[in-house]
């Protein structure tokens, strides 16, 4: 029963380990990627949005994905971004963004440019 205990304890380790190397992987500021379209994930007077690229650029969720995520604790700077990525779809402008982890298969977004 004690060597079960001591396997299951050297188990958990080494996948919380690995996870937490994964998400540091994924870390990483991405430019020019082109923005095909955007969501509101839902309706609440603070909300996230998520947007998608024209390619697949990370691997959030298991397999390649072109699906990021905007979060905000403040409506200005959630409003800023969602604004950001707008101009640049209806622009046809290209976007930089620095991610910090994954939700399911979006990345979540740190920051948000946008440049020509």
Request: with cysteine.
């Amino acid at each position: 029963m004690k060597l079960l205990i001591q396997f299951s304890f050297v188990f958990i380790s080494c996948i919380s380990s690995t996870a937490q190397l994964y998400a540091e992987q994924n870390k990483k500021t991405k430019n020019n990627l082109k923005i095909i379209s955007i969501y509101q994930i839902e309706d609440e007077s603070s909300p996230g949005f998520d947007f998608f690229t024209s390619q697949k650029t990370h691997k959030c969720g298991g397999k390649l994905s072109n699906r990021y995520r905007s979060y905000s604790d403040h409506n200005v700077v959630n409003e800023r971004k969602f604004q950001l990525v707008l101009a640049a779809l209806n622009h046809q402008y290209k976007v930089s963004i620095k991610s910090h982890g994954c939700e399911g298969s979006a990345m979540l977004v740190d920051y948000i440019g946008i440049s020509q």
